[in-house]
């Protein structure tokens, strides 16, 4: 549409710029002919307008007018010629240039050609209309597939008419519903899971709070109780009251150490104070002296540390939970925990030879939780076993390098 436009113009200005060479051309001819033929002034000349002036008569103004057509558009054709006086008995002939008639007939066929090109001009934008119209059409498919998408809701993908392009708009906003669909399906999961594991990790701390803090409470309470009634009757035996005394305390002992687990459990307490390289050490320490008959090895770099305290905990809570399953789910007689980490990220990988969990293994073991703790710091998760019963758990962190002070500051 522009380039008709701009075609339209050019041809116009074209034409006007012919019509001006043309028209001074002729009348200069006609001026010409007029001066070297005198027996023309006396007949018709055409474009010239002769006169006679007799002597100390003053020469007339020229008459700028020409009807039917505007002063600018003569202004563009003609610009004017100098008269040409001829001497004569009694006075002298004035020849002066007068194209009337030229400019009124390039002006006549300058506003048929504007008519015409309005007319080609309005045909086209018709045309594209109609065109623009039928090609955009499947937008409007395109923006109702969307919008159910954005309601959860299945959609049918428009053809795009054949259109090449938005036959491919269509074919990626169907990739995006199959996406879609799938994130839809794992957040559901997700959800069921979540709540689950809430509920194991309720269900766990009441089983704690019930068997093992209960009795060790009824205890301290019956000792309590004896050694009351024991100092009412009269003086209370040594061995009795310090086997008595000796249950309380072992009984306080055990309440401090279930409220130990509980608390690390649910956050351990050593990070606030402590490296979390040191108390991975620490947790491959105890898991050594517990289980002696399996060889523990660590290889932790330092520096994949204190880069920031969700990702410290995300280390901890998925080496932790690694480490228990392989004991629990296998028979490994080697279990090793490496942590590295580079300026881009950490990886961490538990490896053991029990050949518990395989490659899929089933909901459960602590399996969704690791997976998605990962997945909240942008990072990558992965179980695998080989033929031999080598279990590799590995999450990769995108964790970059912290600025000294916030190192300083963890560390």
């Not at 995300?314 to 300026?343: F, K, M, Q, W």
């Amino acid at each position: 549409m522009l380039a008709a436009a701009l075609s339209a113009l050019v041809g116009l200005a074209v034409t006007i710029g012919g019509a001006r060479v043309a028209v001074r051309a002729e009348t200069e001819a006609a001026l010409n002919q007029a001066r070297t033929q005198p027996a023309v002034i006396t007949g018709h000349a055409r474009h010239v307008t002769h006169l006679f002036v007799a002597d100390g008569a003053a020469i007339p103004p020229p008459n700028p007018s020409h009807p039917g057509v505007p002063g600018w558009f003569v202004a563009l054709i003609w610009d004017g010629a100098p008269d040409i006086l001829l001497p004569a008995p009694g006075g002298q002939w004035l020849l002066r240039a007068d194209p009337v008639d030229e400019v009124a007939e390039v002006w006549s066929d300058t506003v048929a050609l504007a008519w015409t090109a309005l007319v080609m001009l309005a045909l086209l934008l018709a045309a594209l209309h109609v065109l623009v119209g039928r090609a955009l059409a499947p937008l409007h498919g395109f923006a109702q597939a969307l919008d159910r998408l954005a309601q959860g809701q299945a959609a049918d993908m428009p053809t795009g008419d054949g259109i090449p392009e938005l036959t491919a708009i269509g074919q990626r906003i169907a990739h995006l519903d199959r996406e879609l669909t799938v994130a839809r399906a794992e957040n559901a999961a997700l959800s069921h899971s979540l709540i689950a594991l809430q509920d194991q990790e309720r269900a766990q701390l009441a089983r704690d709070l019930h068997d093992e803090l209960g009795p060790m409470l009824f205890g301290i309470r019956v000792d309590a109780h004896a050694i009351a009634r024991a100092a009412g009757t009269g003086p209370v035996p040594a061995g009795d009251a310090t086997a008595r005394a000796d249950a309380i305390a072992n009984a306080a002992a055990g309440i401090r150490e279930l409220s130990r687990r509980i608390l690390n459990r649910l956050r351990p307490m050593g990070l606030d104070h402590l490296h979390a390289a040191d108390i991975l050490r620490d947790l491959m320490d105890g898991l050594a002296r517990q289980h002696a008959d399996i060889r523990f090895t660590i290889s932790l770099d330092d520096d994949a540390f204190a880069r920031s305290e969700a990702a410290d905990l995300t280390l901890y809570r998925i080496a932790n939970e690694a480490l228990l399953n392989a004991l629990r789910h296998g028979r490994p007689t080697h279990v090793c925990l490496s942590i590295e980490g580079d300026d881009q990220g950490v990886i961490l990988r538990v490896t053991d030879n029990g050949g518990g969990l395989g490659d899929h293994p089933p909901p459960g073991h602590g399996i969704v939780g690791m997976r998605e703790r990962v997945r909240a710091l942008g990072g990558d998760f992965t179980i695998l076993t080989d033929d031999a019963g080598l279990t590799l758990v590995q999450a990769t962190l995108p964790v970059p390098l912290s600025s000294p002070q916030t190192q300083e500051h963890h560390g």
